[in-house]
């Protein structure tokens, strides 16, 4: 007697990509001619931030930029600033081949030393680490029905979560204060970004946040020089 065997695709999550990685920048920051010469260093900070990560094919490719702020001190014991910025590439190969994909992505910095080489330029030696892990669907073929040939089978019933789709957006926010007082100069800002809800509706997903500025500046000419934030 023969036997019929009815195939049947399933979908099924795994990981197929869990990685750290440390990654070595290095900035060399000239003051320009503008910018008073350096006295004393306050404070070094540099921030690593995603932008881009892209899957083609069994290759997952990141690019990375990283802003490194330094605050010093000139000779008149005023505060300024000066920045500079990088750009970085990673790739990885996937372990399988995903239908869709979860990517989370986080990145910091590791350490940080920063040096005055002389009064007019200043050396910044970093290390970034990354970490990536990437949760995928994919389709595997099982068994589904077995008849004759003698074949007995025995099967069950069980409830599986299946990652449909993913999806992002930037979004682009622009605002205004108003000071009291002039400003001469920015000397660091920074943004944090929080949720507070999120709904799903019909075939789209809404999601609300605050976006937190912060900005530390120098008044102008003609007032105390302080250091004020908003």
Known sequence: MESVINSLTVHSSKTA???????KADFDITLPDYCPA??????CDVKPAIVSKTIDGDKFLIDMQCKATV?????DGCIHSVSKT???SKSFVLKLSLSVARIRVATRAVSVNCRMQNSRRINIKAVLGTAVKIMGGSERTI???ANGGGIESVSDCVQANILCGTGEAVVHVNGQLSLDSPVTEIIKSDVTVTVTDKKVMSDKILVKGEATVSTVYMAGEGTDHFVSSL
């Open 17 to 23: 990509l869990d990685e750290f990685f440390e990654q």
């Open 38 to 43: 350096s006295a004393r260093i306050l404070k």
């Open 71 to 75: 605050i010093y001190i000139d000779e």
């Open 86 to 88: 990088d750009n970085f």
């Open 143 to 145: 068994v589904g029905k």
